[in-house]
Protein backbone atom coordinates (compact mmCIF):
# COMPACT_ATOMS: atom_id res chain seq x y z
CA UNK A 1 0.00 0.00 0.00
CA UNK A 2 1.42 3.57 -0.87
CA UNK A 3 2.00 5.83 1.72
CA UNK A 4 0.59 9.69 1.30
CA UNK A 5 3.32 12.19 1.48
CA UNK A 6 3.19 15.00 4.33
CA UNK A 7 5.49 17.35 6.24
CA UNK A 8 7.28 16.30 9.60
CA UNK A 9 7.63 18.25 12.13
CA UNK A 10 11.18 19.13 11.58
CA UNK A 11 10.17 20.29 7.59
CA UNK A 12 7.23 22.62 9.00
CA UNK A 13 9.55 23.67 11.62
CA UNK A 14 12.25 24.96 9.16
CA UNK A 15 9.60 26.06 7.21
CA UNK A 16 8.17 28.49 9.61
CA UNK A 17 11.65 29.85 10.98
CA UNK A 18 12.59 30.80 7.18
CA UNK A 19 9.50 32.86 7.20
CA UNK A 20 9.79 34.51 9.95
CA UNK A 21 13.30 35.75 8.76
CA UNK A 22 11.61 36.92 5.31
CA UNK A 23 9.05 38.68 7.09
CA UNK A 24 12.08 40.08 9.39
CA UNK A 25 13.94 41.40 6.18
CA UNK A 26 10.21 42.46 4.18
CA UNK A 27 8.35 44.41 6.96
CA UNK A 28 10.65 46.88 7.90
CA UNK A 29 11.46 47.53 3.72
CA UNK A 30 7.95 47.73 3.05
CA UNK A 31 7.17 50.39 6.09
CA UNK A 32 10.18 52.31 4.26
CA UNK A 33 8.83 52.03 1.21
CA UNK A 34 5.32 53.23 2.59
CA UNK A 35 6.90 56.41 4.01
CA UNK A 36 9.20 57.40 1.33
CA UNK A 37 6.45 57.58 -0.94
CA UNK A 38 3.95 59.67 1.65
CA UNK A 39 6.46 62.40 1.58
CA UNK A 40 6.49 62.41 -2.05
CA UNK A 41 3.00 61.79 -2.51
CA UNK A 42 2.49 64.78 0.18
CA UNK A 43 5.14 67.25 -1.57
CA UNK A 44 3.49 66.45 -4.65
CA UNK A 45 -0.11 67.88 -3.53
CA UNK A 46 1.37 71.00 -2.67
CA UNK A 47 3.65 71.18 -5.51
CA UNK A 48 0.52 70.56 -7.54
CA UNK A 49 -1.13 73.45 -6.06
CA UNK A 50 1.57 75.81 -6.84
CA UNK A 51 1.47 75.15 -10.09
CA UNK A 52 -2.20 75.85 -10.40
CA UNK A 53 -1.37 79.10 -9.18
CA UNK A 54 1.02 80.34 -11.41
CA UNK A 55 -0.42 78.86 -14.44
CA UNK A 56 -3.99 80.98 -13.58
CA UNK A 57 -1.78 83.59 -12.93
CA UNK A 58 -0.62 83.51 -16.08
CA UNK A 59 -3.41 83.26 -17.63
CA UNK A 60 -5.53 85.50 -15.85
CA UNK A 61 -2.81 87.84 -15.56
CA UNK A 62 -3.71 88.46 -11.97
CA UNK A 63 -1.95 87.75 -8.52
CA UNK A 64 -3.01 84.10 -7.36
CA UNK A 65 -1.89 83.44 -3.61
CA UNK A 66 -1.22 80.37 -2.27
CA UNK A 67 -1.75 80.44 1.43
CA UNK A 68 -2.06 78.37 4.96
CA UNK A 69 -5.46 77.99 6.28
CA UNK A 70 -6.60 75.72 9.47
CA UNK A 71 -10.37 75.93 8.18
CA UNK A 72 -10.07 75.98 4.70
CA UNK A 73 -11.61 79.73 4.45
CA UNK A 74 -9.28 81.87 4.99
CA UNK A 75 -5.54 82.24 5.33
CA UNK A 76 -4.16 81.83 8.74
CA UNK A 77 -2.46 84.92 9.88
CA UNK A 78 -0.25 83.83 12.16
CA UNK A 79 2.54 81.43 10.48
CA UNK A 80 2.04 77.75 11.34
CA UNK A 81 3.17 74.28 9.98
CA UNK A 82 1.30 74.04 6.27
CA UNK A 83 0.04 70.28 7.18
CA UNK A 84 -3.04 71.97 8.53
CA UNK A 85 -3.94 72.84 4.93
CA UNK A 86 -3.86 75.63 2.49
CA UNK A 87 -6.21 77.22 -0.16
CA UNK A 88 -5.18 78.55 -4.03
CA UNK A 89 -7.19 81.84 -4.94
CA UNK A 90 -6.95 84.66 -7.29
CA UNK A 91 -6.49 87.58 -5.32
CA UNK A 92 -7.75 90.40 -7.67
CA UNK A 93 -7.19 93.47 -5.38
CA UNK A 94 -3.81 92.07 -4.30
CA UNK A 95 -4.78 92.62 -0.78
CA UNK A 96 -3.81 89.09 0.24
CA UNK A 97 -6.07 88.07 1.62
CA UNK A 98 -9.91 86.41 0.44
CA UNK A 99 -12.41 88.99 0.21
CA UNK A 100 -15.82 87.96 0.21
CA UNK A 101 -16.82 83.97 0.20
CA UNK A 102 -14.22 83.64 -2.40
CA UNK A 103 -16.92 82.55 -5.61
CA UNK A 104 -15.74 85.34 -7.97
CA UNK A 105 -14.65 83.18 -10.36
CA UNK A 106 -17.37 83.89 -13.31
CA UNK A 107 -15.79 85.88 -16.42
CA UNK A 108 -15.39 89.22 -15.93
CA UNK A 109 -16.19 88.97 -12.12
CA UNK A 110 -14.31 91.46 -9.62
CA UNK A 111 -14.35 89.39 -6.50
CA UNK A 112 -11.35 87.14 -5.24
CA UNK A 113 -11.84 83.62 -6.96
CA UNK A 114 -11.22 80.07 -4.65
CA UNK A 115 -9.04 78.05 -7.04
CA UNK A 116 -8.68 75.04 -4.79
CA UNK A 117 -8.60 74.26 -0.99
CA UNK A 118 -6.34 71.51 0.59
CA UNK A 119 -7.37 69.70 4.23
CA UNK A 120 -5.35 69.47 6.50
CA UNK A 121 -2.85 66.04 6.59
CA UNK A 122 -3.52 62.96 8.90
CA UNK A 123 -2.86 64.48 12.14
CA UNK A 124 0.35 62.97 13.60
CA UNK A 125 1.98 61.62 10.96
CA UNK A 126 3.94 64.22 8.94
CA UNK A 127 4.65 67.89 9.36
CA UNK A 128 5.17 70.21 6.85
CA UNK A 129 7.16 73.16 7.98
CA UNK A 130 7.68 76.56 5.64
CA UNK A 131 10.51 78.26 6.02
CA UNK A 132 10.70 81.83 6.39
CA UNK A 133 10.02 83.65 3.13
CA UNK A 134 6.94 81.04 2.52
CA UNK A 135 6.11 80.94 6.29
CA UNK A 136 1.79 82.31 5.99
CA UNK A 137 1.59 82.60 1.71
CA UNK A 138 3.18 82.40 -1.43
CA UNK A 139 2.33 84.48 -4.31
CA UNK A 140 2.24 84.40 -7.94
CA UNK A 141 2.85 87.10 -10.51
CA UNK A 142 1.26 87.43 -14.58
CA UNK A 143 4.75 86.71 -15.42
CA UNK A 144 4.41 83.25 -13.47
CA UNK A 145 7.24 84.51 -10.93
CA UNK A 146 6.86 83.66 -7.34
CA UNK A 147 6.52 86.07 -5.00
CA UNK A 148 7.34 86.09 -1.20
CA UNK A 149 7.09 88.27 2.25
CA UNK A 150 9.88 86.92 3.70
CA UNK A 151 9.73 89.85 5.93
CA UNK A 152 6.04 89.38 7.27
CA UNK A 153 5.66 92.96 6.50
CA UNK A 154 3.08 92.56 4.25
CA UNK A 155 4.70 93.66 0.94
CA UNK A 156 5.44 91.30 -1.62
CA UNK A 157 9.03 90.77 -2.91
CA UNK A 158 11.57 88.29 -5.28
CA UNK A 159 11.41 85.03 -3.38
CA UNK A 160 15.14 84.17 -2.23
CA UNK A 161 16.44 80.81 -2.59
CA UNK A 162 17.40 80.13 0.56
CA UNK A 163 13.98 81.69 2.73
CA UNK A 164 11.40 79.95 0.35
CA UNK A 165 11.39 76.02 0.66
CA UNK A 166 9.11 73.74 2.87
CA UNK A 167 10.39 71.09 4.39
CA UNK A 168 8.29 67.60 5.19
CA UNK A 169 9.26 65.50 8.12
CA UNK A 170 7.63 62.39 9.53
CA UNK A 171 8.72 60.35 12.24
CA UNK A 172 12.23 58.85 11.28
CA UNK A 173 13.58 63.02 11.53
CA UNK A 174 15.62 64.83 9.33
CA UNK A 175 17.32 62.06 7.78
CA UNK A 176 14.47 60.91 5.82
CA UNK A 177 13.12 64.30 5.14
CA UNK A 178 12.18 66.17 1.93
CA UNK A 179 12.20 69.89 0.78
CA UNK A 180 9.67 71.57 -1.67
CA UNK A 181 11.75 74.95 -3.26
CA UNK A 182 10.67 77.07 -5.36
CA UNK A 183 12.56 79.50 -7.55
CA UNK A 184 12.34 83.33 -8.58
CA UNK A 185 10.64 81.99 -11.56
CA UNK A 186 8.25 79.88 -9.77
CA UNK A 187 9.15 76.65 -10.55
CA UNK A 188 9.37 74.14 -7.59
CA UNK A 189 11.62 71.24 -7.40
CA UNK A 190 11.57 68.23 -4.44
CA UNK A 191 15.05 67.53 -3.17
CA UNK A 192 16.79 65.91 -0.11
CA UNK A 193 19.00 68.97 0.65
CA UNK A 194 17.99 72.49 0.99
CA UNK A 195 17.91 75.24 -1.81
CA UNK A 196 22.14 75.79 -0.88
CA UNK A 197 22.33 72.12 -0.50
CA UNK A 198 22.45 71.91 2.98
CA UNK A 199 20.98 69.04 5.26
CA UNK A 200 17.61 69.59 6.26
CA UNK A 201 16.29 70.33 9.69
CA UNK A 202 12.74 68.86 11.66
CA UNK A 203 10.72 70.08 14.92
Known sequence: MQSSGGFTI???????????????????????????????????????????????????????IVCVSSDGKNCDTSGVNWDRGWIVFVDRNANRSIDGSGDGCAQGATADCVLAVQSAFPAGVTTLVPATGVAKLIGYDGTGAARCDKDA????????????????CDSRGAAHARALAVSRTGRSTIAATDPLGAALTCP
Open 153 to 168: DGTFEDCASAASYFTL
Open 10 to 64: FELLITVAVLGIALSIGVPSLQQFIMDNRLVSQLNQLSSALALARSEAVKQNVPV
